[in-house]
């Protein structure tokens, strides 16, 4: 399991490691943005394979950010482990806020993956001369803002900010609530909270800030990060009694931290009306895309029910509430399951009852994270063969166990052998996967009789079956 640690400040230094030089160009790859809204995400890091990885909660279920790599770091290694992380966890994998780059490579990735592109939560991005000059027709109203508010505050002064501006950035946030609109608006009111925060970051190394002083008086405020050649915009404030003040803070901004950077990012709209048109009306280059993947395994897209399988001598089909004494038994028989590699009671979360074991195969399937076959002989339950595991790439693992009175006939591989059959044409894997203690002498014939073996560990041989 991947070690998460809640996003602090204290970490700020090794998380601005990975994203100094992340060219992803979205506002979400950058420190700033994940200090400014860890609270409200509950965002969390970890770093796997010389990869930054993040794992943030949306609507109450976890969501992961693209990895971020160091310069040798391995992505699919990271990848790999955000997939097992969920199937470890029995979550749907979620990976959101994808720039379009890495996009193809998800969709390579995945057979199967619902895909979105959500238009309020694309960030506008901006070539940095356009802000820094604002030349032709279509920044004529910028032009004409910005010669009403120099002519109302001849003198004002555009400054980068720093620790000593402290009680001034304090004196700001008073003034600019007293003119604040959005009272009435949760979402604004908690914007403007984490904004005052990230302005006491004005010190640190990781950030860029500058405002317009009028005198003494701090007017207008802005707070980025220079991630690759991306200057990402934070926070942008100003008094709205100054006319003309907001052209003129992104002119001054852009053109003293503009320079060697390809794009300016100043975020997303999240669909409010008044901010869409202000955005659109400095004229953005284009808007950056942010894909969420959600994807599916092949259960989910091909599998309506468990269907019944023929072999030779055996039925497979569905578990059924009839079987639930014969299931059981096979379940709880301690000296055959200590081969199963799985504690079925301690993965209980309740008092066992008799339904207990089979309710978790019906909700395992009906979530589609496994399909039970019950093993008959003559219509009576003899054994089990699990297709679970599903790693939304093509793959699954499978297990079969047969009861002691039925062992040594040959029964677990010919319902072996039909499940992964099963799963390889009709359910339309491209490998199934198995495992056996290496103590288990009887699971390795029987495994090495129908699949490949692929490698070993201390306590495992690997065994795998491919289309």
């Given amino acids: 399991m991947i070690q998460f640690k809640p996003v602090t400040k204290r970490d700020g230094a090794r998380l601005r490691r990975y994203y100094a030089a992340c060219d992803y160009e979205l506002s979400e790859y950058s420190l ?17 394979a010389g990869c930054l990885v993040i794992r943030n909660e949306d609507d109450g279920h976890w969501v992961f950010d693209y990895p971020v790599a160091l310069p040798g770091g391995d992505e699919d290694a990271a990848l790999c482990a955000i997939e097992q992380e969920c199937l470890s966890s029995g979550v749907q994998l979620w990976i959101t806020v994808v720039p379009e780059r890495k996009a193809a490579q998800l969709l390579s990735r995945y057979p199967y993956a619902r895909v979105s592109n959500i238009r309020k939560w694309q960030d506008y991005l901006y070539d940095p001369r356009d802000l820094q000059l604002f030349s032709g027709r279509r920044y004529s109203g910028q032009r004409n803002h910005i010669k009403k508010f120099r002519a109302m505050c001849p003198n004002a002064v555009f400054r980068p900010l720093g620790k000593d501006d402290s009680p001034a950035i304090e004196r700001f ?80 901004f852009a053109s003293a931290f503009g320079e060697g950077c390809r794009i300016i990012n100043r975020e997303e709209d999240t669909g409010d009306k008044r901010l869409r048109m202000s955005k659109l009306q400095y004229a953005p280059v284009r808007l950056a895309p942010k894909y969420c993947f959600e994807p599916q395994n092949e259960l989910l897209r091909h599998v309506a029910a468990i269907p019944e399988l023929k072999t030779a001598r ?51 399937f009906e979530r589609r994270l496994a399909a039970n076959f019950a093993v008959r002989l003559d219509g009576q339950l003899i054994g089990e063969a699990v297709l679970y595991n599903f790693d939304c790439r093509g793959s699954a693992e499978l297990g079969c166990r047969v009861s002691a009175e039925y062992a040594g006939n040959g029964y677990g591989t010919e319902a072996f052998a039909a499940v992964a059959e099963w799963g390889l044409y009709q359910v339309h894997l491209s490998r199934v996967l198995a495992k056996c203690f290496k103590e288990n002498g009887a ?25």
Wanted: charged share 30%; aromatic share 14%.
């Fill in 32 to 48: 700033g943005g994940k200090l400014m809204w860890r609270d409200k995400y509950k965002s969390q890091w970890a770093e796997v």
């Fill in 173 to 252: 946030w008073r003034d600019f609530e007293a003119e604040f609109s959005k009272g009435d608006n949760a979402k604004a009111v908690r914007e403007l909270t984490y904004s005052k925060r990230m302005l006491k970051l004005v010190d640190k190394p990781w950030f860029l800030s500058g405002g317009f002083f009028d005198g003494d008086k701090l007017i207008a405020l802005t707070l980025a990060e220079k991630c690759g050649g991306t200057l990402i915009i934070h926070v942008e404030k100003a008094l709205y009694s100054y006319t003309g003040v907001y052209p003129a803070l992104v002119q001054e």
């Fill in 314 to 364: 055996l039925t497979l089909s569905a578990i059924t509430e009839d079987d639930i004494p014969a299931y059981n038994a096979l379940v709880l028989d301690e000296t055959r399951n200590r081969w199963w590699g799985y504690d079925d009671v301690a993965g209980l979360k309740d008092p066992i009852t008799p339904r207990s074991f089979y309710d978790v195969a019906a909700r395992d």
């Fill in 443 to 467: 699971s390795y014939k029987m495994l090495s009789s129908c699949m490949r073996r692929v490698g070993e560990d201390d306590t495992y041989f690997y065994f795998e079956k491919l289309v």
